[in-house]
């Protein structure tokens, strides 16, 4: 479960925690400050929850307005739209519209590994460079591999898993 804290931008009113967008509506209706104003904006905090989830929070820019429609992704996506996602935007800095934009349209390599010179371990593997002779493979220099697939490639940890990806 995914907890929230709606923080008032008016300093004499009081926050509260929300796990979900009706508890959030039911809290910010009896929301009032010292002197008796209705509380109408509030900085919406990550505060409990997948870290995967955290860090999908912070790639959204999770405010007043996107926090119910993140509250449904959480639990629409799976953790692999949700690293798609992440990377996209949070990464990449792609525009993606949670309500209407789908994101398995979202053209992304992705490898789940800790470097790109393992990326360039695994393309010489399956030979993306051609088929190379057993003994000549000792001889492969993975380190040029790799700074060379870093002008397309980025490698990146997101809840605790490394990947390295290639933005479409």
Do not use: H
């Not at 926050?15 to 039911?26: I, L, Q």
């Not at 900085?43 to 929070?57: K, L, P």
């Amino acid at each position: 479960m995914t907890t929230l804290y709606a923080q008032p931008y008016n300093i004499e009113a009081q926050g509260f925690y929300f796990d979900n967008a009706e508890e959030y509506n039911a809290k910010a209706k009896s929301n009032f400050d010292r002197f008796g104003q209705f509380v109408e904006e509030y900085e919406i905090q990550f505060i409990d929850g997948e870290r995967i989830d955290c860090e999908m929070a912070r790639a959204l820019g999770l405010n007043q307005s996107n926090f119910a429609r993140f509250f449904d992704l959480t639990e629409e996506w799976d953790e692999g739209q949700k690293v798609r996602f992440i990377i996209a935007v949070g990464e990449g800095g792609y525009s993606f519209d949670v309500e209407s934009d789908d994101i398995d349209a979202l053209e992304i390599d992705l490898y789940e590994m800790n470097s790109l010179r393992e990326l360039a371990q695994e393309f010489v593997d399956e030979g993306i460079f051609g088929d190379i002779p057993e003994r000549l493979q000792f001889y492969i220099d993975f380190d040029a591999i790799a700074r060379d697939l870093a002008v397309e490639y980025a490698a990146t940890e997101i809840a605790g898993t490394s990947y390295v990806y290639r933005l479409g």
